[in-house]
């Protein structure tokens, strides 16, 4: 059972966690989360101590000291000097909240007004009833268990029952405290064209914050992050990971106080927030969800990998991906028509199966048109119809770039309605030469809709690039009287945009944001795969995936191979180009019309190749193998049946002894036998983990180099790599 409640405790259980939570004196509380453990009766654990200086319940004396107990929801201004969860501003305008226990509803499913991204086919959720009895203000608590992933989802839904008018200013998705947590932080932090990279700081007495005020994710934070041992490695060691289904502004505290109690708080930021509610109304908070592993920072990754692509991303995507052809660093702002039939053309022989038309084919550079979306005439006279039958024609589906929240100054909407725009008041600021849409009011979100729908109704195309090419600044709403609450429901009129339009026209929608600018759980709730950064450069790139890796799966990374004359500066072969898109889900960006037939041939057996390893990219169990980011990167992807993986093995710079590096795999079964690659090796699962192979040795020399049959180079060098397979061998 995934949920027992019992003698004043709700057990919650997934295949190898459990979280004990009790009530205690009126307050709920959390006794213990982590390992699976065989007792509930954890009572001992509870703090005791006296706390100099700490408030505690008048009634109860100093039996219960507010600062000592760990709690899920904590309100603001209640003598629990950590910080909140939620906090108020009631009738009369006092700050603050305390909750207590209240009762329980076990319900089978996610309640149906929950209207945001979630987890899918959640079963089971506790619902635990808080209520601040002097304000008569409520915080549900849900708990939903996703046991095969070892996770636990969390979200709150604030109820105003006072008979007044208050203000949430504050109501995070998640809490979560811990008794004399000795931890690591570890979070992704970057920027445009260098996302994803992974920070590992200790926590120590104070506050660490994690968060975006972009009005989306952001290139420089993401909301994931996780607490694990300070001796966790790769491998081993307890982990705890967490992450938000939201795309808007979040904020992530995680606090160490005097006592050394670390508490997490996360959800929607608290910055420039302030939600009215009604006497009756109520808010959702989006949901947040934690992991817990024992098996080091790649137990986590691979918990959080199964969750998104089993319970995030739309299960029609499950096992299958496109293989693009992109126009955009192919041709920019040149691109035409006849340069896209050629390219389509090219398309059809390397392969590929969808054309996307990118940015380009509503205007000449990037000031002007956003919002018109009406095909560009000098360079695409006859409309987009034929140029869609044309590319069918080639047997290949048709995408289409769209930047659905964005306008430019210099365009009809922009004259029409320009009361549409974001803006608080303020002239605003330009960024990239265009403005935002307010998607925070439904008619702009009912008119952007009409526009796209238009397309999609008339045209066959199966394929959506949503781009978002600026972050909000200026942020407010003509339509709305409380400003606080634009942020969120900008996010929300996004959300239901993204739901009609691949609900009614069941487009598969790429996600992307100048990059990685917005990449995170809620998106990949409709976008099975995101455009994970703007470099394209396989050094950096290869650095940028693992890095994404550590809280993304594989195939939620999009990638395309290039001309790859990157910003690393660095010269890189067509296959090593290629072997970048071994853990990602890929496509091509170049002009395909330039290339010789000796390269159209070597990309259409890349193709046959990756797509050959469709199994490992989106469905795998992904390992980094002693990636030392330095001179190299190799990861294995394990098949769940553990009969096959894939090893791709990635040199990013040289130095003499990695010329014969050993790498011991992992994930395999210890009592198989596998063939490695073409080596003429067969091996037990045991030998190949512990033993290991021997990548230049034994695997690369009798390949030739640069040979795309193989997708395979002489390792050693900067810019090479191998990729090949190791499947188990049946007597
Ligand atoms: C962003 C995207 C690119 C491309 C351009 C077009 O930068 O990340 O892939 O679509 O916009 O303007």
Not at 265 to 290: H, M, R
Not at 528 to 557: H, K, V
Not at 683 to 699: H, M, W
Request: net charge negative.
């Amino acid at each position: 059972m995934a949920i027992t409640v019992r003698d004043s405790k709700f057990i919650l259980k997934t295949d190898n966690t459990a979280w004990i939570l009790r009530i205690a004196e009126g307050y709920l509380e959390s006794l213990y989360y982590g390992a699976d453990v065989p007792d509930c009766d954890l009572e001992y654990l509870v703090n005791t101590q006296i706390l100099n200086f700490a408030p505690y319940d008048a009634d109860l004396g100093l039996k219960y000291i507010y600062g000592a107990r760990l709690y899920l929801y904590s309100g603001a201004n209640s003598g629990d000097f950590r910080t909140p969860a939620c906090d108020v501003v009631d009738q009369n305008g006092y700050t603050g909240c305390r909750f207590s226990y209240a009762g329980y509803e076990i319900l089978p499913e996610t309640p149906a007004d929950f209207a945001m991204p979630k987890i899918r086919g959640g079963g089971e959720t506790l619902k635990i009833l808080l209520t601040d009895r002097d304000k008569k203000i409520d915080a549900e608590l849900y708990f939903q268990p996703a046991e095969d992933c070892d996770a636990f989802v969390r979200y709150a839904r604030i109820v105003n029952r006072s008979g007044g008018v208050v203000s949430l200013k504050k109501a995070a998705s998640l809490q979560l405290d811990f008794d004399n947590g000795r931890f690591d932080l570890l979070s992704v932090a970057g920027a445009p064209g260098d996302e994803m990279r992974n920070l590992r700081r200790p926590v120590t007495q104070g506050k660490a914050e994690i968060s975006s005020r972009f009005g989306v994710t952001g290139h420089s934070a993401n909301p994931f992050f996780a607490l694990c041992a300070p001796s966790a490695t790769e491998d081993a060691g307890e982990c705890y990971g967490f992450n938000l289904l939201y795309s808007g502004n979040f904020k992530n505290e995680i606090e160490c106080d005097c006592h050394g109690c670390v508490r997490v708080v996360s959800g929607i930021s608290d910055e420039n927030f302030f939600w009215t509610l009604k006497d009756g109304d109520s808010f959702y908070t989006p949901q947040a969800v934690c992991v817990f592993s024992e098996e080091g920072i790649g137990g986590m990754s691979r918990r959080f990998h199964r969750l998104c692509r089993e319970h995030v991303i739309p299960p029609r995507y499950k096992d299958t991906r496109p293989v693009v052809a992109n126009t955009w660093e192919s041709f920019y702002f040149t691109v035409d028509e006849d340069k896209v039939r050629a390219f389509a053309k090219k398309a059809k022989e390397i392969g590929a199966d969808t054309v996307v038309l990118d940015d380009g084919w509503f205007r000449n550079e990037d000031n002007e048109n956003l919002g018109d979306w009406e095909p560009d005439s000098r360079r695409f006279p006859s409309g987009l119809g034929k140029l869609v039958e044309a590319v069918k024609a080639e047997g290949l589906n048709f995408g289409l770039w769209f930047e659905p929240e964005m306008i430019s100054r210099r365009s009809k909407l922009f004259k029409a309605h320009p009361e549409w725009l974001l803006q608080n008041g303020d002239k605003g600021s330009e960024s990239r030469n265009q403005y935002v849409l307010d998607m925070a009011n439904p008619a702009v979100v009912d008119h952007v809709f009409g526009v796209m729908a238009a397309y999609l109704s008339r045209y066959d195309i199966s394929y959506v690039k949503w781009d978002m090419n600026r972050y909000l600044s200026e942020v407010g709403s003509g339509c709305l009287s409380n400003q606080g609450e634009a942020s969120h429901r900008y996010a929300l009129g996004v959300y239901a945009l993204l739901e009609r339009i691949t609900e009614e026209f069941g487009v598969l929608v790429e996600g992307c944001a100048g990059g990685g600018g917005r990449f995170d759980l809620g998106m990949l709730y409709y976008e099975p795969m995101i455009w994970l950064s703007d470099n394209t450069d396989p050094y950096n790139r290869t650095e940028i995936q693992f890095g994404a890796a550590t809280a993304y799966p594989p195939c939620a990374l999009s990638y395309h191979f290039s001309k790859g004359e990157g910003t690393s500066g660095k010269p890189s072969g067509p296959y090593f180009r290629m072997l970048a898109a071994n853990f990602a889900c890929f496509g091509y960006e170049l002009d395909l019309t330039k290339l010789s037939g000796e390269e159209i041939a070597a990309c259409r057996a890349f193709t046959e190749k990756r797509r050959s390893y469709d199994k490992y990219v989106l469905g795998g169990d992904f390992y980094k193998l002693d990636a030392d980011g330095k001179y190299y990167y190799a990861c294995l992807q394990v098949l769940k049946d553990r009969s096959a993986a894939l090893l791709t093995f990635i040199q990013v710079d040289a130095q003499i002894r990695y010329e014969s590096l050993v790498l011991r795999l992992k994930g395999l079964k210890s009592d198989a036998r596998y063939k490695v690659g073409e080596s003429g090796l067969v091996l037990y699962g045991r030998t190949l983990e512990k033993a290991g192979v021997r990548i230049s040795d034994l695997l690369c020399p009798h390949w030739k180099e640069e040979d795309p049959s193989r997708i395979a180079l002489k390792a050693g060098k900067a810019g090479s790599g191998i990729a090949f397979e190791i499947v188990e061998v049946k007597d």
